[in-house]
């Protein structure tokens, strides 16, 4: 007996199912494509790319400025070198009412997206602050130069230099699999399968990994 889910009857039906989905208020978002490594590589900019810092000085409290540059360094200065020190995607966020001479200050980095780091950093900012103190804004953020908010592929640092280097030396078939909350990835031979354990491991149980180059 044929599975009624087999080949053309199940894409119909999957489509119907998706516009009843859609009726209701509810459209299902497609599965996320993967890339092959031709692809991928031309997506990404080199693993080797500066950084790109922003930073909004305006979100630091006046008072944190004045001891800054009472010591005889802009603040925007200080801004810079602590973007410096967190590696791309990353950033870092406060809270106003805290400000910047907290002991639990700390950048969140090398995540696969700006707007991964950017929630990592919200989150432990927000897990670290007083509970009578102002949620956490984002104060400075790294990308990779040439690198845009609107790429529709992006990775690590190390992710992106494992992909042109340990990834493409093995033989086909393989795939590439990374966790969007943890920053780690992993890959290996074969269907997949593999390459999510090596994600997950590397993630320390990460349970969000996925499969976004296949070969």
Known sequence: MTPILDGIVGDNIMKILMSLACVAGMCLPAAAETLSFKEARK????????????????????????????????????????????????????????????????????????????????????????????????????MPRGSSEEDVFSLSGPANAALRGAYRKLKSPKAFAISAKTGNFGFDRGDGGRALDACAVAGKGAKDCRIVVVD
């Open 43 to 142: 997506a990404l900019p080199r693993a080797n790319a500066k950084a790109s810092i922003t930073f909004d000085a305006a979100a630091v409290p006046a008072a944190d400025r004045a001891k800054i540059e009472a010591g005889g360094q802009p603040l925007e200065k200080l801004l810079g070198q602590l973007g410096a020190s967190i590696p791309a995607y990353g950033a870092l966020a406060i809270s106003p009412s805290e400000g910047l001479f907290v002991d639990w200050l700390n950048g969140a980095g090398q995540f696969h997206s700006i707007g991964d780091a950017r929630a990592a950093a919200l989150a432990y900012c927000n897990g670290k602050r007083k509970g009578g103190s102002a949620k956490c804004v984002l104060l400075v953020e790294v």
